[in-house]
């Protein structure tokens, strides 16, 4: 029987914090369905995290997360005796406590010791840990967006967000607040304006330029569009057809992180748009996740992670254009072709 090497080893321990993408979460099932160490390791750690379920979530800002985690594991010696010590007290009940309240304290106390020694024995780099942890923060987020345009459909005889807008407009000016609609973000923003989606699930937490919005109520209604781009880190689909029924759009593509053509975008509106496409424009993933993948929002509601641009059957890239190549000039007033051509615009 051949010992589980460290990337299956990872591939459980992010199954088991529930980190895993769709198709990760399939090959950890498999995993686990046809090797009895993968079996006898997944259910260990399943036991030994189970009492951090009854913990309140809440967010933890990475600085001190990443400060406490670096000093408990500089003192994590001997990582692989623990954790099997950590393992086998856990299966055995541990140490008998009498307060109820200590006694859950003390179990929650053992499972964080266990994850800490995890850690440090398969995960040197943290940062692997973060980034997973911000893919999926990222999911719930689009998944957010997604509840809060089903609820928009449903206040409106079942259409997708939108303003009046002229086809070929200039869609790469977000937060231009002039009296045409030419941002193609003005449509998503109706879900803010509306208050059907928070603000702050606009802002991928993978990418450290965003800022979450904090206005009030009534400061939401005064603006029509973000009112900055570092607002909303997410790319929004040009949609052909207007009015979109919702019900129509079934599984086509909606949002995804941050297309890369937005960070050759110029700040000054008052200037047309020439940007010239090369080779790493058409081959680069959103920055919002470090150039690893992005995650996509379908029209269905369901939200993946992607370490490629292209989608579906046909394989259409998201990021741009079907008749966009190298070399050629983007004037930021383009419309897809047809409605199999998916482009989030930035």
Not at 207 to 234: C, H, M
Request: proline share 5%; aromatic share 8%.
């Amino acid at each position: 029987m051949t010992p589980l090497d460290n990337p299956q080893k990872q591939l459980l321990f992010d199954y088991c914090l529930g980190l895993t993408s769709e198709q990760e979460t399939a090959e950890a099932e498999a995993l686990i369905s046809s090797e009895k160490q993968a079996a006898e390791l997944h259910s260990k750690l399943k036991s030994a995290i189970a009492p951090l379920g009854s913990l309140e979530i809440e967010p933890c800002p990475d600085g001190l997360a990443e400060r406490t985690i670096g000093r408990l594991n500089e003192r994590a010696r001997s990582a692989q005796v623990q954790l099997e010590q950590l393992l086998a007290a856990e299966q055995s009940g541990g140490v008998l406590v009498k307060n109820h309240f200590w006694m859950k304290l003390a179990k929650v106390a053992a499972a964080a010791a266990v994850i800490l020694v995890l850690m440090g024995t398969w995960f040197a780099p943290l940062e692997l840990v973060r980034a997973k942890y911000r893919q999926h923060q990222c999911r719930m987020q689009l998944g957010h967006i997604a509840r809060g345009t089903d609820q928009y459909s449903s206040d409106y005889d079942d259409a997708l967000p939108a303003v009046a807008s002229e086809e070929g407009g200039p869609w790469w000016k977000v937060a231009d607040q002039g009296k045409e609609n030419h941002s193609n973000t003005r449509h998503i923003w109706l879900l803010v304006k509306g208050d059907y989606v928070k603000p702050r699930n606009f802002v991928c937490p993978g990418w450290r330029r965003g800022e979450v919005l904090r206005f009030s109520d009534l400061q939401v209604q005064d603006y029509n569009d973000f009112p900055a781009r570092k607002y909303i880190t997410y790319s929004f689909r040009i949609i052909c057809q207007r009015p979109m029924k919702r019900s129509q759009f079934g599984a086509k593509v909606l949002m995804a992180d941050l297309n890369p053509l937005s960070e050759k975008l110029p700040e000054d509106y008052s200037k047309s748009l020439k940007l010239r496409l090369d080779e790493d424009m058409l081959r680069l993933n959103s920055i919002n996740h470090n150039r690893t993948g992005q995650n996509v929002l379908s029209g269905d509601g369901s939200a993946r992670f992607t370490k490629i641009r292209q989608v579906g059957v046909a394989e259409d890239d998201i990021f741009t254009l079907q008749d966009m190549s190298s070399g050629c000039e983007v004037k930021g007033c383009e419309v897809p072709s047809c409605e199999t051509d998916a482009f989030c615009a930035p």
